[in-house]
């Protein structure tokens, strides 16, 4: 038996309708190649570490967590989607669709999120065993039934930019600028540390920040960002945004009336 990418999206709707699908790159080896420590044991860091330490092709070997977290380059935490989510004013029913492998702390790190939003699906759960039996030791096929559920989903949430995360949010552009909720990582740490320190509290003033800094960051139409001034040859391709990203204008058609430019 088979499973069919469609009949996993409606029986996901057949849930509560509609859906978040949360990209959380939440993954052993996600958080060793980026050295991204926060929020864990210090017997879970080590195991990154050595993780990181053994894997030959990786090579940067020694990573400061701290800078790479106020850098904006660290996946958000289970904890830190809940609270944001939570800060947008999405209510604490609404189905999220986790499309991931297999979360670093299973549970431990979950119950974060889970405590703030119950209703949890997971492709395990929407699939048998047996649909899911010919997927086994294929990740890129696995990836394939996350991929389609993401550009199905009312709103696609990446913890962390990714290839598949940047493709994901082009194809929901190119099916008319779907809703796609790009974290601001860099500027969440902040209200994130003010949380832990006491500083800002859950509530009102939280979701005001969260939403006005995210206002323009929820896959309106714009046209795909060029590299910085200055920059030639090579490194221009590298600096611009990812065309799979943003394929605005070449593969967008519609007259200016009916697309508004940001």
């Known amino acids: 038996m088979t499973v069919k990418k469609q009949r996993l999206v409606d029986r996901l709707r057949s849930r509560g309708g509609r859906y978040i699908a949360l990209h959380l790159r939440y993954e052993k080896d996600m958080l060793s190649f980026t050295g991204c420590t926060y929020g864990l044991t210090d017997a879970e860091s080590e195991e990154l570490r050595v993780l ?25 935490t289970p904890k830190e989607v809940g609270v944001f989510l939570q800060a947008l004013g999405f209510p604490p029913s609404t189905p999220i669709y986790i499309a991931a492998g297999e979360i670093y702390g299973g549970n431990t790190h979950l119950a974060e ?31 394939a039934l996350d991929y389609i559920i993401c550009v199905e989903s009312d709103v696609f949430v990446p913890s962390h930019a990714g290839n598949m995360a940047r493709a994901v949010e082009g194809h929901r552009r190119f099916l008319g600028h779907r809703k ?35 206002k323009n960051r929820q896959g309106a139409p ?21 065309f799979y990203e943003n394929p605005y204008p070449e593969c967008i058609c519609g007259s200016r009336s009916k697309l508004e430019i940001t």
């Open 113 to 143: 999120l889970s405590s703030r939003f119950p209703n949890l699906v997971f492709k395990e759960s929407l699939a048998t065993s047996e649909e899911l039996k010919a997927f086994t030791n294929h990740a890129s096929q696995t990836a």
């Open 222 to 242: 714009r046209r795909r960002l060029g590299s910085p001034a200055g920059i030639k040859g090579r490194a221009r391709f590298r600096t611009e945004e990812s």
């Open 52 to 76: 990181r330490e053994n894997t030959n092709y990786w090579k940067v070997k020694k990573i400061n967590s701290t800078e790479q977290r106020i850098g904006g380059f660290c996946p958000l």
């Open 180 to 214: 796609t909720i790009n974290p601001d990582r860099k500027g969440l740490v902040e209200i994130f540390d003010k949380l832990e320190t006491g500083e800002l509290k859950e509530g009102a003033e939280l979701a005001h920040l969260v939403q006005q800094m995210h």
